[in-house]
């Protein structure tokens, strides 16, 4: 999205600097605001919405992942949302930063991969292209998934795009976990989307969100 300065800026629902629940490693990751899909059981509802989240310039969020490089030596960022592919043209910019920057890029879409490469949308190849892993396909809360780490439902596929990640590494074998963080009044949860943190999610006494993994 440009702002009228011709700023590009992006719709962010949620940033977590440091996050060890979506990816392999430390990653830094960014939740846009704003799906065209509709998984039954949508893991993150409040991001469908195209509206509402928080206007962020690229250098504000250039910014926050320097500063997560630094203190936390995170290896990579994590895009997810909302949909990914559906916030293209900020998506493509904020992989080539990262890239130059040394860090991997992990998306999950709710697009398959086959459908991704068929969106008539030149940003989307590019974001595709600067991608080392995309975990594909609409989250299914019937098909949980419970042996692969990160990843929501059986149906998922991931992707390796390219060669700095291996399918047989032992870290797509352990068990999935969740985070959950406590700043001030409200309570953060990312990763797996267990049906327990969904209930803690809908507490009416806490402020809270939860960020879940598809
Ligand atoms: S699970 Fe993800 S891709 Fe599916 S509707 Fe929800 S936000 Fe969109």
């Not at 900020?90 to 998306?107: D, E, Q």
């Not at 600067?130 to 059986?154: A, F, H, M, N």
Request: aromatic share 6%.
């Amino acid at each position: 999205m440009e702002c009228a300065d011709g700023v590009l800026s992006l719709n962010v629902a949620q940033i977590v600097p440091c996050t060890e629940a979506e990816g392999p490693g430390r990653r830094f990751g960014l939740w846009f605001q704003g799906c065209p899909l509709r998984c039954p059981g949508c893991c993150n509802p409040e991001m469908l919405p195209f509206s509402g989240g928080q206007q962020l310039t690229m250098a504000e969020v250039f910014a926050q992942i320097a500063d997560a490089q630094m203190r936390d030596g995170i290896e990579g960022i994590t895009l997810l949302g909302g949909e990914p592919l559906a916030h293209a043209r900020s998506g493509a910019v904020l992989a080539r930063h990262a890239r130059a920057h040394g860090l991997s890029v992990m998306i999950f879409s709710g697009y398959t991969l086959a459908e991704a490469r068929r969106l008539p949308d030149p940003d989307v190849a590019e974001l595709l292209a600067r991608t080392d892993i995309l975990v594909d396909g609409p989250y299914d809360r019937e098909q949980p998934e419970t042996k692969r780490r990160w990843i929501g439902s059986v149906n998922q596929q991931i992707h390796f795009l390219t060669d700095r990640y291996r399918a047989d590494d032992p870290c797509w074998e352990r068990r999935n976990t969740l985070e959950i963080r406590l700043q001030g009044m409200e309570v953060t949860i990312n990763g797996f989307p267990a049906r327990a943190a969904v209930g803690l999610w809908k507490r009416p006494t806490q402020q809270a969100s939860r960020k879940g993994t598809r």
